[in-house]
């Protein structure tokens, strides 16, 4: 076959993003099926079927698949990590492995997404190669993901010792209102007399009324069978659980004796790419522990449009998007107790808060419609459910409350944030913008709240960007040039792998200033400077040298990665600037901006502003607040005034649809500037 | 071994109801789990395995049992009912059966229950004796229920041409209040544009308002999974079910396009001794069909404190008496179609009445605490739940619905009725009596309710009574003597098997008239009447004798008959003397009185207030209604209005108990005669 060595891989990417999508067949399901009659079968057999050794390296783990699996299936199968973008589509180029004999058989996706001296090496798509023989299969480290650095550099902020439930940041303390949403009350019951003989059932709910001071209580079918012995045998004494939802109490479970001391909840942070769980005592209000993973579902591609034609265009693929997440959050539940004698049936609630598309995942709700114009969800407002319903393990009685969404591109999650910055408490307006494959808008007081989103593109989390990646270990997440010299900091502290968000603003600030690009983002032909090149036709720059990586390779930017970051740092302003010019008002009427994201821990707001992705500000009136949406679940767990705050808010939020408003694609224009067209918006801004 | 003879029969009874109930050992248990292991076991091994064929005559049923296993439990498992009262305990006699062989071991129990001419023709009890051979045995008619008799005998007025939904004899109509607890609404959605992209969910419960005029809806996850493709995949048109849940509306299903027109309900009178179920179309309110049988719970006990017993003193016990109405429930809903094309998807709600321990049976509540003072019960309100939660075959997403009971011994039935009869919607004071074993009671009007049940045993229902019956096929139903001849009548019309509740009424009302016996229950020595004879000591008057009766024994009432009778009139009457005195008003203040019970059809009024049962009252204000349990049902499942109300009577009802209450001692002594000690009450009533 002959080898077809055109475009680069940007133009690969953005093609793919354009086109075959959603034209790709499902001819990989029949394979998978074999495969897993394969695993049935015995072992003698191997070679007789056509079964192949895959090594995976650099984990060294070894797996048996069948002829026609691809690697990134064998990688799968074998618990291995494969980076991937696009849902195995092919087009994202993120899988890219190298095969050890470097006998490979080059297809169109690799050949667009590769270059020629990588496919001569051996580096392949794992998505789009087949097992044809035994192989051994290094991963690179850009293709890799190491999960144990990412809690710690992403959400630092999560640990210290137990606390109170407390936005120390927020003005209006939720503390006052500590009332959980599940809790138990331990009782002890009058005995039985013919002058008072209630039902059972209504003798629990007398004492409950005592205790509590609410007067209605639902009850279930199952809190009734058995109840008569429970209460015999055990001298009237019980521990009663209650859960709040909508405007009433309901009885989930009544235990003999006094259990009241074991109660548990979990907050849950339902991000497309990490899964933050958070154990909290729902007697003292203490948080014990937190747990972190990636989002499992990243194997079915790692945004929520991936996900989303995943669980669209394949049998099953729903389920398989919905179970992943479920098994996500039920080994970060079982990790959360470690040596604390705390069971899982000690856990009494969940809440967890997502954006729309995960918190459809999670329920098992068809996703499908939320991509596709008019971008209608199935529902903004979920039922809370018995946890077990969705196979969560924790207490068989226990509930999953998920936090409301206020429409397709507006989630839970930034709820969850408004709730925890405290933005609808507030008479003064204040602001949070949540930065990730979309920027999330919302901007209101007490009285109002209007709230966008716009189609970021994944830049601001490595996406789209040559040697773009997340904020995990060896991520350059900061950048200083001072004449002619780069200097960088990279997380983890060893070799760098690539350029996270932060990083990549840092980078792009410090080459205007020095005057490297222009304020159109192009490089400065007037410029000498020894870490410009040119290769391949197009100019790079130079950001760490082959000999500093991990990868050995130059970690360069180009003009089409700064390009990237104009066009995603623009729709973030322009939607902010256009949903304030929507409701009249200009950026020094918002008392507060809170800053939300994945952009890695150290967000340099002065340079963000320089680049003109935050408007203006005095900068301590800017906020980096981190994961709000998981303190805002927590807030929920613990409060059910603050779960309450949060439906209102979901009511009570607008949501301006921006894909054909018309200021939105002035104001778009207009931000493809560094910082912007309009100079007077950043007066403080002299490069 | 020596046979003791000695003991009357009822003696025997007596002695049994007094002791020995709760002793019993549970010594079966094992033998019915090595039965089961041998029905699992090839045919050809029963020799060895200690096998024994036992042929039930007159049905000629054989079946293949274990040596140890009672006659009882061989009978269960061929399928063949026979009598019996006490659950297997051996002290009721009602499970007599004969051996044709004759080759009995008596035991201590049929030694007491039988005399020495039955032991020596073979006579056993079935639930006492074991099978050591094979054997022939034949049930007697006495010991045998004909099933499909009973519907037909008991409820003529539940026949008929459909109808709407209406209680005759009551002013309130309940026809204004059509509004049935589960509706099927048929929707046609507009589609979603970007001016108009709310949530599916949001929009079908826009329609949903627009079409019910109800505003809040409750959804579960289930009706939001799938949802989307629902909608899309049927150019939004959608049918939704809703049904009512305390002050809200839930949705329990979403299909696609218009099934509106199917839409059915089924109202069930779980009575101890029958049930009874109605199939009504949800849309018009027409009733299409009845059916009936008896209690299968009848094989672990007769009446209610016998099956209290079964279900708290086995393991298992309370399982197998609620799996058993199940059972019960799903036969009769699976005939009730019949040929008219309603399949079981389409019945979406079972309403159910039944007194408090049928209620806990069915809903597998423990009922232990019922019987024992200070009876308790487990709830007398009982949630909603998906029918498909107890097994209950109807639409996956039907409900089952049970009326709420007032106390331990005033059950949903009363409820049901008090409902059906309109006794709360009216300003006057009406009461209603329903005669079991237990006698209850209600008396108000619209502003109060009381209520009481007193232990009436089961005389009315033929229990305790020498040839007593349940008003089926062979009952005497009707008597009178004149001028020393008997006449009677008998239902179904053939030979008499014994002597049903308004059968006995009739004799002893007649007795008295004719003077055979004198007003405190005695035989005159001074009458000479040829069927009076003296048997084993015991003065007899023959009702019917040996040559007419399909037993071939006579049919006689004795002195302690009569004595049971007066005692249950007694209890009943003074039970609702006491409720009267109790709200400070007499029987002429009750505007009507509303007679319920299985006395069988033709109870004779006059012949009633004649032994002092009902109160001396205008007959046209004394109304015998029937299963007005079903009637209530029915309305509920018709009319959220009328369970409304049916809630409203459950918790308005005061009840009084009437165990340790000095007046209603006072007045069932008073009551022992005929028709009372107070003459004053019974002005009407001249022997």
Redesign the interface.
Known sequence: MSLRLSGSREQGVAMGMLAGVESRSLTKEPTRERQMETEKSQQGAIEESGNFRITFLPDDKTVEVQRGTTLMEAAQKAGVHINNLCGGEGVCGRCRVRISDGRVQADKHSISLLSKEEIAQGYALACQTRVNRDMEVLIPAESRLEEAQILMHEMPFQYGPPEKIRVAKVPSDPMTLFDPLVQKVHLKLPE???S????????VIRELRKKTDQHDF????CC??????KL?DHDWEVTVTIARR?DHWRILQVEPMDTSERAYGVAVDVGTTTIVAQLVDLKSGHVLGVEGSHNLQARYGEDVISRMIYACSREKGLNSLHQSVIRNINQLISGLPGDRGIALEDILAVVAAGNTTMSHLL????P??IRL???????????Q?PAR?LGIRINAEGILQTIPCV??YVGGDIVAGILACGIADKPRTSALIDVGTNGEIAIGNNDWMVCCSASAGPAFEGGGITHGMRATRGAIEQVIIEDGKVSYKVIGKGKPRGICGSGLIDSVYELVRNGIIGKEGRFNPSTRQERLREKDGRIEFVVARAGETETGEDIVLTESDISHLIRSKGAVFAAMKSLLDYVGLKFTDMDTLFVAGGFGNFLNIPKAIGIGLLPDMELERIRFVGNSSLMGARMALLSTHALERAMHIARGTTNI?L??YQPFMDEYIAAMFLPHTDNRLFPSVNY
Do not use: H, K, W
């Not at 008072?196 to 003798?203: F, G, Q, S, V």
């Not at 639902?218 to 079918?221: D, M, P």
């Not at 114009?373 to 039922?383: E, G, K, M, Q």
């Open positions: 039985p007399s013919l008072d003989n209630m039902p059972d059932i209504e003798r639902e009850v279930s079918l009734l069978q058995g109840l008569a012995a015999r909508g329920l098992s709700l068809i499908c419609s114009d008019p971008y209608v969800p199935t529902a903004t407002f979920y039922p459910v319903e429409a397709s649809e894909s054909n």
